[in-house]
Each structure stands twice: as C-alpha cells, then as structure tokens.
C-alpha cells in the first residue's frame, strides 16, 4: 500500500463547477500538507500549504485536512480552464522527506 | 530570479551510456532536492543536500546512481550505466529553509529516455 493515495483521474467539469480533489495516507506521523499544482512540460509549483487539521483559504482555493481519518481535500471556487493541470498532494513528517501523491489530472472545459 | 535551472530539457541515450544531469538551485537557498517522476510511481524523492552535504540518499535506486554538490550554485546527478527502466522525468528543487516552512521551488526538469 502507497503511503499517499490519490486519484489520477482525469476529472473533466464545466468552467465555473466547484472542484474537490482528496489524497488519503496511512503514516500518522505526517504533519505538513500541501498541495502543488503541475501544468504539462513544467515543475510542480507550490499551491496551499498547512500544518494542522482544520481549513485554510487562499482566494479561490480552500485546503482541508482531516488528521483523524488521515483524509485532505483541496477545493477550487469557481473553477476555470487555466486551472487545468494536475494537483499533486504532498506531506511531511519530522523528517524532510516531501512524500507526493501521484497526482489527479483536472480538466476545465470552456 | 530566474528560478532553478536544468539542463539538459532532453535526453535521449542508449542502454549503458552514462547521463549526467544538471541543476543550478536558486541563489541562496540552502536545500536542493533531486526527484524523479514516472507514470507508474509518480514522484519520488532520490537525495536532498543541505549546505552542499548530502543528508538522505535513501531514495536512490541503485549504485547505478550518484549525486554529487561541488559547490553551492550547481548539482549534479549521474546514472552509470543507464537502463531503460531509467527513462523517467528528472526534477531538481532547491528551498530557502527547512521545507517545513520553505516552500519547494522545482526546476523544469529533464526528460530522460533510455533505450
């Protein structure tokens, strides 16, 4: 079992939908979480950020973590199509090892 | 800032030949971080440097694998000899400080090919 599930999709909505991407894990000793977004033929950049659970909102972005069911979610308000890319959760433990998931690949359609 | 920079974009090489990758972090960041991205396995951590010392290898995948940080503004990572299991995308990243609070700035990467 991978230590971070996600899934890869592809998830296709209209523009403007409401988007929920989610990433389980199973090492309870994670304590960093974040999300990064990766557009094709480029790195992965830096989206959310957050430490514990509870949500935090960034513009159209909201990042949840759920500790106790080992359960993060990332929506996205009124989604548009520059928003097509592929969300990648990533966590961390006590050590520096940035664990990421294998990433869900958004498409927003006109 | 231009960001981190690798070079090359592409590789494409045969079977046993030897693949150096390069990476120049951003100016003054103390980590550098080599990743590797598959289809299959997604993204995986291979070695982080702090100060130019490597401090976790254990990500790499074989002593087919070596990383070197000669000095502060330049990284390499070397694939001797290569196989075509090693075709993959090859991302370096470097940060500011502790990636706990320090986000991971990555590089373009390198898109290597083994056949």
């Known amino acids: 079992q991978k230590e971070v599930e996600q899934d890869p999709g592809p998830l296709s909505v209209p523009e403007g939908a409401i988007v929920s991407l989610n990433c389980t894990y199973s090492?309870?000793?994670?304590?960093?979480f974040m999300w990064y977004r990766q557009y094709s033929r480029k790195g992965p950049e830096l989206l959310m950020y957050t430490y514990s659970s509870g949500n935090k909102e960034d513009g159209r972005f909201t990042a949840q973590v759920d500790k106790s069911s080992k359960y993060i979610s990332l929506f996205i308000r009124d989604s548009q199509p520059s928003d097509s890319a592929t969300y990648l959760c990533?966590?961390?433990?006590?050590?520096?090892?940035?664990?990421f998931g294998s990433g869900t690949r958004l498409l927003v359609r006109p | 800032d231009a960001g981190v920079i690798q070079s090359p974009r592409h590789e494409v090489t045969e079977m046993g030949q030897e693949v150096t990758l390069r990476c120049k972090p951003i100016?003054?960041?103390?980590?550098l971080f080599w990743y590797r991205q598959t289809m299959m396995r997604g993204l995986e951590l291979l070695i982080y440097?702090?100060?130019?010392?490597?401090?976790?290898d254990s990500g790499m995948p074989e002593d087919r694998f070596s990383a070197k940080m000669p000095n502060a503004s330049f990284s390499t990572l070397k694939i001797q000899p290569s196989e075509p299991r090693d075709s993959a995308v090859y991302f370096c990243a470097s940060s500011p400080g502790t990636p706990y609070n320090s986000p991971l700035h990555f590089g373009n990467g390198t898109r290597l090919t083994v056949t």
């Open positions: 990533a966590m961390m433990d006590s050590s520096y090892k940035l664990i």
């Open positions: 100016s003054g960041h103390d980590y």
């Open positions: 440097f702090n100060n130019n010392v490597p401090i976790d």
């Open positions: 090492n309870s000793a994670f304590q960093y």
